[in-house]
């Protein structure tokens, strides 16, 4: 499995992470959290327990049952919609298809380490934008 971190042989699969790519993948806190969970559950998750798991950390809630419905059809939507596909276009993460659709990390996150670490704020934004 080829990460496309740093250009990897595989370069029609990801592309090369440059350094404006870091910072566009970066910039959303809710794609920083994808990578941060998924980076700290080290195996893929299904869908539903990527949102629920976004949203418990967006929300500052105790659990997942705690996030109204509303909330988690939201989260869920921009993941499948906007930083899902963003991530995996940039070869961050591999999604499966079919009935169970999983995201697990395709390869090392070595170069969004200090992004990934960096204080997470409580920055509200339009969640269905780049």
């Not at 967006?58 to 996030?67: A, H, K, N, W």
Request: hydrophobic share 30%.
């Amino acid at each position: 499995m080829q990460s496309g971190l740093n250009g990897g042989d595989d370069q029609t699969h990801s592309p090369e992470l440059t350094p404006g790519r870091v910072f566009e993948v970066l910039e959303s806190s809710r794609r920083r959290h994808v990578l941060s969970i998924l980076r700290q559950r080290s195996c893929e998750l299904s869908n539903a327990e990527l949102a629920a798991t976004v949203a418990v950390r967006e929300g500052d809630y105790d659990c997942p049952t705690d996030v109204d419905e509303d909330r988690l059809r939201q989260v869920q939507l921009s993941l499948h919609h906007v930083h899902l596909p963003k991530l995996e276009s940039v070869g961050l993460i591999e999604r499966s298809r079919g009935d169970a659709q999983t995201v697990a990390l395709a390869g090392d996150l070595g170069p969004l380490e200090p992004g990934l670490d960096a204080r997470q704020t409580g920055e509200q934004r339009e969640y269905y934008t780049n």
